[in-house]
């Protein structure tokens, strides 16, 4: 098992940033995904930014590319998304996600909820304009 724990939402002005926090204690696999998935009010939850604890296959939704930036401490068994820039239509709950198995074999793996075991809470971040 595997619990996920976010941090870090809040409120915040249109161009400005976030750092959002995502520890995970369990059993960690380490060639597992992490992903950030949210949530916008009335849409389905949708894919963000995802990457393995050996750092390899890092990947974003376009809508937050060059503009946000997933990593990772592997000695705090923590991941982070940095959000610059950010944008009214960023305002959504955050989740956090942890894979149990590595899905090499599955193109683009990191994007589909289904491979996900794990999810956090959610954490609400939320952008004025």
């Known amino acids: 098992q595997v619990q996920l724990v976010e941090s870090g939402g809040g409120l915040v002005q249109a161009g400005g940033s976030l750092r959002l926090s995502c520890a995970a204690s369990?059993?960690?696999?380490?060639?597992?995904?992490m992903g950030w998935f949210r949530r916008a009010p009335g849409q389905e939850r949708a894919f963000v930014a995802a990457t393995r604890w050996t750092g390899e296959n890092t990947n974003y939704a376009v809508s937050v590319e060059g503009r946000f930036t997933i990593s990772r401490d592997n000695t705090k068994n923590t991941v982070y998304l940095q959000m610059n820039n950010l944008k009214p239509e960023d305002t959504a709950v955050y989740y956090c996600a942890s894979t149990s198995k590595s899905f090499r074999g599955v193109t683009r793996a990191w994007e589909y909820e289904w491979v996900y075991d794990y999810w956090g809470q959610g954490t609400q971040v939320t952008v004025s304009s």
């Open positions: 369990g059993r960690t696999f380490s060639d597992s995904f």
